[in-house]
């Protein structure tokens, strides 16, 4: 039945449900003119910027979302002009830690349209989830600390938690010196493999830290919840599924308590090709690593939900059009979402 139809009164006429819109946005080191992000890359000239936030403004403007989750911020006045280009009004635009300029790696960002309640920022892990990668030794920090929003829903619904995310790359982790100089042979394909098991630990290792955040929100309530940015894993990978669990639900139903759904799975309505549902390139490769994830809340048919998914959407033309840093490198994805009254 149709959460709306659900929720009328007896005898009485449906009303029409809110919708609920929801984006991620990786936006390719999103910086200030003149602003050094990386030591071997050069900084953004005023030109380049000023076509950067064009870009970047205009795809916001398709977007239309009613909260925007954001990675790569190093500054969060540049994130305040790109919302700025869109034309759109979002009285609240955060990226905490790139007040001033973020230092070491860029931080995550919001943009909400709707009231936000609070904020917070998880550094480090939640004590017994620190993991030693080889030759480095202990992980214990997200290396792109995870930004919780609680926004107010529409129509006095109650409050939506939501998760912006930036899981380790994929990229190998070579070992490096105290200035940055790497101490290893890349050319050799045993030190290449070595490095990307590095990397691999660490990712694995911020999935599980941020899984325990999720359960934490989640255990014992039905306050729903939405995870949104860029897992650098496909939704099926391990490290995926170490945040969502949803594949537990075949073997243990209350599992359904603690999981994510992934948004394009659990959609009702018209679904995405497959072809074009993806949202980074690598080597020709199309995949998923830009998603959003959803509590059973958002899940058609659970006695718990309170809406559905209705659509899932993903703007990648422009991975097609040449490399170029004032476009992002990744698709933005969009997911629309029925609130029931």
């Known amino acids: 039945m149709d959460p709306a139809s659900a929720a009328a009164a007896p005898g009485a006429a449906p009303r029409a449900p809110a919708t609920l819109?929801?984006?991620?946005?990786n936006l390719l080191n999103l910086a200030l003119p003149g602003r050094a992000f990386y030591d071997n890359v050069e900084p953004y000239g005023a030109d380049e910027y000023e076509r950067k936030i064009a870009w970047t403004g205009s795809m916001l403007r398709r977007l239309n979302a009613d909260v925007i989750a954001f990675q790569e911020v190093w500054d969060e006045a540049a994130l305040r002009d790109a919302v700025a280009a869109s034309g759109l009004r979002y009285p609240h635009v955060i990226a905490p830690g790139a007040e001033a300029g973020a230092v070491g790696t860029?931080?995550?960002?919001?943009?909400?349209?709707?009231?936000?309640?609070?904020?917070?920022?998880?550094?480090g892990f939640a004590p017994g989830f620190a993991v030693d990668v080889p030759e480095l030794g202990p992980h214990a920090r997200f290396e792109r600390p995870v930004l919780e929003a609680v926004v107010e829903l529409p129509g006095a619904r109650g409050e939506l938690t939501?998760?912006?995310?930036?899981?380790?790359?994929k990229r190998p982790k070579f070992l490096q010196d105290q200035a940055g100089n790497v101490t290893e042979d890349r050319d050799d394909p045993r030190v290449v493999a070595r490095a990307a098991l590095r990397s691999l630990v660490m990712r694995a290792a911020e999935a599980a830290a941020l899984?325990?955040?999720?359960?934490?929100?989640?255990d014992g309530t039905r306050a729903p919840l939405a995870l949104l940015g860029?897992?650098?894993d496909a939704p099926a990978a391990v490290t995926t599924q170490i945040v969502a669990s949803t594949q537990a639900i075949a073997w243990d139903r209350e599992a359904r308590d603690h999981a994510l759904w992934h948004a394009v799975d659990?959609?009702?309505?018209?679904s995405v090709r497959r072809d074009v549902a993806y949202s980074h390139l690598h080597q020709g490769e199309p995949d998923i690593l830009d998603q959003v994830w959803v509590?059973?809340?958002f899940v058609a048919g659970s006695r718990f939900a309170i809406g559905d998914v209705r659509r899932v959407e993903y703007f990648n033309d422009h991975l097609h059009e040449g490399r170029d840093r004032t476009r992002s490198d990744h698709g933005f994805v969009r997911a629309l979402l029925r609130l029931a009254p």
Do not use: F, Y
């Open 21 to 25: 819109v929801l984006a991620t946005c």
């Open 162 to 169: 939501v998760l912006v995310v930036h899981l380790k790359s």
């Open 230 to 232: 860029d897992l650098n």
């Open 211 to 218: 899984r325990a955040i999720v359960i934490e929100r989640l």
């Open 106 to 123: 860029p931080r995550l960002g919001l943009a909400s349209r709707l009231p936000l309640r609070r904020a917070l920022v998880h550094v």
């Open 266 to 270: 659990v959609q009702t309505g018209h």
């Open 295 to 297: 509590s059973e809340e």
